[in-house]
């Protein structure tokens, strides 16, 4: 390599560093915005301009029993939604990804097309469904809203995860006389419970903070997006965005603390 | 296992039921629900009446909102491009460059998605706010008009949208340049290719599909999109989706409003079938997350 080349070679990688850091603060730093906001002081009722600093909207965080019910409501919610989501989902992938059968391409692609529908077309249908249907918008179809989003989610986490187990592994359990029964709970399900977990936590996430679906088949119910959006003119309170700081520092030290304990487990294998 | 393998048809069905059943009766009830629907007459509190005459529901709807479908493509459009020229170094970083902080940076591109999306979305407005840390030191050299603002513009709408689906360009664009074999571009180096020459004629070209599969994954949720249109535009940045959640939440008008989501909805099927018959359903799937 000439000299001349070298220079642009060492100058390209240098510039890529910087671009991708820049593209990182782009990413990032709205998050930051939202923790930085939870320690203001407000003057007025939008909290879109920086005042002071103060500790006050933690401190207050359960003052507005609305928000309360709110934060409480799309805990259920997504709790609930979660599990469902996470268990049907993970059936369904173990089918995709180990079977070959009839229409599995087919039905590859059917649960593929949730992702690729705009969610206004997803909320949309839904409510014309249940409106049609007379059921009463709650928290009933709002949990069933979020199930329907989230297993394709969970399918496709679980296919990425499912497509490397080692199947030996439970034909060796097998060959020792394990029922299928007990080869499930004992070699499967702790080889795939890494990948259930990653998938719970996304479910979780993704029905915590959905809003378009939620808005048009929650009837009177508030969640916690819905709080949020219906304050959007009056003014957001700041104890809004602490419960999101706190909503995401809770998340990633679960995300953290799963890498640790799989590193962990990696690590004790020979 | 002994069982699975003697009933071969019936242990995938079992697994398929329960997910099949949810998929069905809440995602395809719906769609086909609404399509029915776009052939309906009256209002929430008129009732419907239900004619196949009704179809004239659509050519209706499309020449009353031409203007936001036609703006909903182009921002789509725009933000898809946006995207793709912040995501493709980042991805080429992280998956070359990054060694063992990969893992970490790879979060740090999901991280967007554990805090509310309407709070990052109301974010940029402090961000991009007349006085803020972008146009404040602008003004102040005098770089820019006094007047200038970002926010409540076209501009702001779709760094908005780029902003919020960005990840969606990022993971599979990453994913596709991980899966390169790196002895082809050794092979490149030893056969005297320049590193841009290895780039364009290597690298490039096999990304192709996580490209595609990335900006499907851009485009479709963003010209969907009405969050920012409504929080970071003006009443001139409407797009369809605004167009179609007045219409469902405030106007009522049903039929109106399923004839425009179905039309949404084809427009975007199309295009994944025809993405899929490109790269086989397989490719697109697997490349989505």
């Given at each position: 390599?000439?000299?001349?080349?070298?220079?642009?070679?060492?100058?390209?990688?240098?510039?890529?560093?910087?671009?991708?850091?820049?593209?990182?603060?782009?990413?990032?730093?709205?998050?930051?915005?939202?923790?930085?906001?939870?320690?203001?002081?407000?003057?007025?009722?939008?909290?879109?301009?920086?005042?002071?600093?103060?500790?006050?909207?933690?401190?207050?965080?359960f003052r507005d029993p609305t928000l309360v019910k709110a934060v409480g409501t799309s805990l259920r919610i997504a709790l609930v939604s979660t599990i469902i989501a996470t268990t049907i989902g993970t059936l369904m992938a173990m089918a995709l990804?180990?079977?070959?059968?009839?229409?599995?391409?087919?039905?590859?692609?059917?649960?593929?097309?949730?992702?690729?529908?705009?969610?206004?077309?997803?909320?949309?249908?839904?409510?014309?469904?249940?409106?049609?249907?007379?059921?009463?918008?709650?928290?009933?179809?709002?949990?069933?809203?979020?199930?329907?989003?989230?297993?394709?989610?969970?399918?496709?986490?679980?296919?990425?995860?499912?497509?490397?187990?080692?199947?030996?592994?439970?034909?060796?359990?097998?060959?020792?006389?394990?029922?299928?029964?007990?080869?499930?709970?004992?070699?499967?399900?702790?080889?795939?419970?890494?990948?259930?977990?990653?998938?719970?936590?996304?479910?979780?996430?993704?029905?915590?903070?959905?809003?378009?679906?939620?808005?048009?088949?929650?009837?009177?119910?508030?969640?916690?997006?819905?709080?949020?959006?219906?304050?959007?003119?009056?003014?957001?309170?700041?104890?809004?965005?602490?419960?999101?700081?706190?909503?995401?520092?809770?998340?990633?030290?679960?995300?953290?603390?799963?890498?640790?304990?799989?590193?962990?487990?990696?690590?004790?294998?020979? | 296992?002994?069982?699975?393998?003697?009933?071969?048809?019936?242990?995938?069905?079992?697994?398929?039921?329960?997910g099949l059943a949810w998929l069905g009766s809440f995602y395809l009830a719906p769609n086909l629900q609404m399509f029915a629907s776009s052939f309906w007459s009256g209002t929430l509190e008129s009732g419907f009446a239900f004619s196949l005459a009704?179809?004239?529901?659509?050519?209706?709807?499309?020449?009353?909102?031409?203007?936001?479908?036609?703006?909903?493509?182009?921002?789509?459009?725009?933000?898809?491009?946006?995207?793709?020229?912040i995501a493709f170094p980042l991805a080429y970083y992280i998956a070359f460059k990054a060694g063992r902080a990969r893992s970490v940076l790879l979060f740090l591109v999901v991280a967007p998605f554990f805090t509310s999306y309407l709070l990052r979305?109301?974010?940029?407005?402090?961000?991009?706010?007349?006085?803020?840390?972008?146009?404040?030191?602008?003004?102040?050299?005098?770089?820019?008009?006094?007047?200038?603002?970002?926010?409540?513009?076209?501009?702001?709408?779709?760094?908005?949208?780029?902003?919020?689906?960005?990840?969606?360009?990022?993971?599979?664009?990453?994913?596709?340049?991980?899966?390169?074999?790196?002895?082809?571009?050794?092979?490149?180096?030893?056969?005297?290719?320049?590193?841009?020459?290895?780039?364009?004629?290597?690298?490039?070209?096999?990304?192709?599909?996580?490209?595609?599969?990335?900006?499907?994954?851009?485009?479709?949720?963003?010209?969907?999109?009405?969050?920012?249109?409504?929080?970071?535009?003006?009443?001139?940045?409407?797009?369809?989706?605004?167009?179609?959640?007045?219409?469902?939440?405030?106007?009522?008008?049903?039929?109106?409003?399923?004839?425009?989501?179905?039309?949404?909805?084809?427009?975007?099927?199309?295009?994944?079938?025809?993405?899929?018959?490109?790269?086989?359903?397989?490719?697109?799937?697997?490349?989505?997350?």
């Open positions: 390599m000439g000299v001349a080349q070298r220079i642009v070679a060492a100058l390209g990688s240098r510039v890529l560093t910087v671009y991708a850091a820049m593209a990182l603060v782009y990413l990032l730093l709205p998050i930051f915005m939202v923790a930085l906001f939870s320690f203001n002081d407000p003057v007025g009722r939008s909290n879109y301009s920086w005042s002071s600093f103060t500790f006050d909207n933690w401190l207050t965080l990804v180990r079977y070959r059968f009839r229409f599995r391409k087919a039905i590859d692609l059917f649960v593929f097309l949730p992702l690729a529908t705009p969610e206004i077309v997803l909320g949309a249908s839904l409510l014309t469904l249940f409106v049609t249907l007379q059921i009463p918008l709650g928290e009933l179809t709002l949990i069933l809203a979020h199930v329907m989003f989230n297993v394709s989610y969970v399918v496709v986490t679980m296919k990425a995860r499912l497509s490397g187990f080692d199947m030996r592994l439970e034909e060796a359990a097998a060959d020792l006389g394990a029922t299928p029964w007990q080869t499930f709970w004992k070699v499967t399900f702790p080889l795939i419970l890494p990948g259930i977990a990653a998938s719970a936590v996304l479910a979780f996430g993704l029905s915590l903070d959905d809003f378009v679906i939620t808005r048009f088949n929650a009837g009177q119910v508030q969640t916690f997006p819905v709080y949020i959006y219906l304050k959007v003119q009056k003014g957001i309170p700041p104890q809004v965005n602490a419960f999101a700081t706190l909503f995401f520092v809770a998340t990633v030290s679960l995300v953290a603390i799963g890498a640790l304990l799989q590193r962990r487990r990696a690590n004790l294998k020979p | 296992m002994r069982i699975f393998r003697s009933r071969p048809a019936l242990v995938p069905t079992l697994l398929l039921v329960p009704n179809w004239v529901n659509y050519p209706n709807a499309l020449g009353t909102y031409q203007e936001q479908y036609v703006r909903s493509i182009q921002y789509g459009f725009a933000a898809t491009l946006l995207c793709f020229a979305t109301i974010g940029w407005r402090t961000i991009l706010g007349d006085e803020s840390i972008v146009l404040g030191p602008l003004k102040f050299l005098g770089l820019i008009d006094d007047g200038a603002r970002i926010l409540d513009t076209p501009f702001s709408v779709v760094a908005g949208i780029a902003y919020n689906f960005i990840p969606f360009m990022i993971l599979p664009i990453y994913v596709s340049l991980e899966k390169i074999d790196r002895r082809l571009l050794e092979a490149a180096q030893d056969l005297y290719a320049s590193s841009w020459g290895a780039f364009r004629r290597i690298t490039l070209p096999l990304s192709v599909p996580g490209i595609f599969a990335g900006s499907l994954l851009t485009f479709i949720p963003a010209i969907g999109d009405f969050i920012n249109a409504e929080l970071l535009g003006n009443p001139g940045t409407a797009m369809i989706g605004n167009v179609i959640q007045r219409q469902f939440l405030v106007v009522r008008d049903y039929p109106t409003a399923a004839a425009l989501s179905f039309m949404l909805m084809v427009l975007i099927l199309a295009g994944v079938t025809l993405y899929g018959r490109l790269l086989g359903t397989e490719e697109l799937t697997s490349k989505a997350i």
